[in-house]
Nanobody
Framework: QVQLVESRGGLVQAGRSLRLSCAAS????????MGWYRQAPGKQRELVATITSGAVTNYADSVKGRFTISRDNAKNTAYLQMNSLKPEDTAVYYCNVKELGFSRRSDYWGQGTQVTVSS
């Protein structure tokens, strides 16, 4: 069982920074990935960034060079540092954990938090 607790987003001006965190209350087993997806009004939910248990990262092209994802396994927590924010980053951000093992494949979602970037 895994439950995800996301930090609150916020309202920031373009060019500013914001950090999100996501803490897993339960154990994450085996090969896994933690990260964020986001969904803007009227749009499909899209991947923002993920980081695997092997520290392999993946970023959406739109955030490369601006966002950095990291994880602290001792705290069972992932962090998304968002720099140089743009209005198009405005969305609800959902933390996600995927267990990727052959014997345990699961998908967990946080409740989501609003990030709004003003011009």
């Amino acid at each position: 069982q895994v439950q995800l607790v996301e930090s609150r987003g916020g309202l920031v001006q373009a060019g500013r920074s914001l950090r999100l965190s996501c803490a897993a209350s339960g154990s994450i087993f085996g090969i896994n990935a933690m990260g964020w997806y986001r969904q803007a009004p009227g749009k499909q939910r899209e991947l923002v960034a993920t980081i695997t248990s092997g520290a392999v990262t993946n970023y959406a092209d739109s955030v490369k060079g601006r966002f950095t994802i990291s994880r602290d396994n001792a705290k069972n927590t992932a962090y998304l540092q968002m720099n140089s924010l743009k209005p198009e980053d405005t969305a609800v951000y959902y933390c996600n954990v995927k267990e990727l093992g052959f014997s345990r494949r699961s998908d967990y979602w946080g409740q989501g938090t609003q990030v709004t970037v003003s011009s």
